[in-house]
């Protein structure tokens, strides 16, 4: 192949869009059984009335949807449109276990048999890597606890009282629902910040350059979400004035049944709902040695500098659906001339 695209969602088929247009040969890998990348896994209670804003695939509009319809099940019919009206070649579920060097070229191993590539476009996202926190004690507690990647909806925590931990957009969403049915408390290590403007294309830019600066120096990414702070909707406006998000500092241990507060205060709790994002799923990149010092992948733009063979999509500042779609395009485009110069040569 001219090139191996891994991973089937926005920023990955986005990808592969640019890189058919520019007349390279190329497959997606993807390791899920059918298309819509992270959204076939949101929790089914997730409707599109409280989805962020989502942008277009490459020439192919986002139709206004129904917004009590279920996110898991509007996006994937949209991506799966997107494949079948572009033709993108998507072979499903392959699993990739390494990327290794083979002479000038790439070897992409999988439970399918190996590809060999000139070059790599590595759009896994972030939803296989759940980061749970690590906190005193957490061993002990009696109670259940779950990832907010777990969730399935509010109805197996009725009538229990639920701790959820984190500051993000799933956290503030899952709590809400939650809310109707046990007693819930918020607890975040920093004091939520909430946006009152809506969320325009050019906020979006300027959340997606914060980050895009922190790759550049070579730093593990921050979220896009993590930079734009919460979306201040009508439902959140109403929550924080009946004080359901009622926003606590983070707890310092964790006990057999419930959690210790920084000021020596118990809180008895049956169950602890990890809302702390994730982290980058490159494990199978680790046979090239792409991380430096600072513990990220250092990039220009898509591009891993130091090979100029391999782009990273969905990563970073193209982690959210505001960057995808530029960030396939111009991996398509810098590996086209790639490998224009490379035959030239």
Known sequence: MDVVVIGAGQAGLSAAYFLKRAGLEHVVLDADEGPGGAWRHRWPTLRMATVHGIHDLPGMPFAEPDPTAPANEVLPAYFADFEQRNGIDVRRPVHVHAVRNE?????????KGDWLTKALVNATGTWTRPFWPRYPGQELFKGRQLHSSQYKGPEEFAGKRVIVVGGGTSAVQQLLEIATVATTTWVTRREPVFRDEPFTPEVGRAAVALVEERVRNGLPPRSVV?????????????????HTLDRKPMFARITENGVVRPDGTTQEADAILWATGFRAALDHLAPLGLRGPGGGIKLDGTEVVGDPRIHLVGYGPSASTVGATRAGRAAAKSLKDLLTRELAA
């Open 103 to 111: 002479g000038d070229l790439l070897k992409v191993e999988t439970d």
């Open 226 to 242: 993590s930079v734009t702070g919460l979306s201040l909707t009508p439902q959140v406006r109403q929550a924080l004035e009946d």
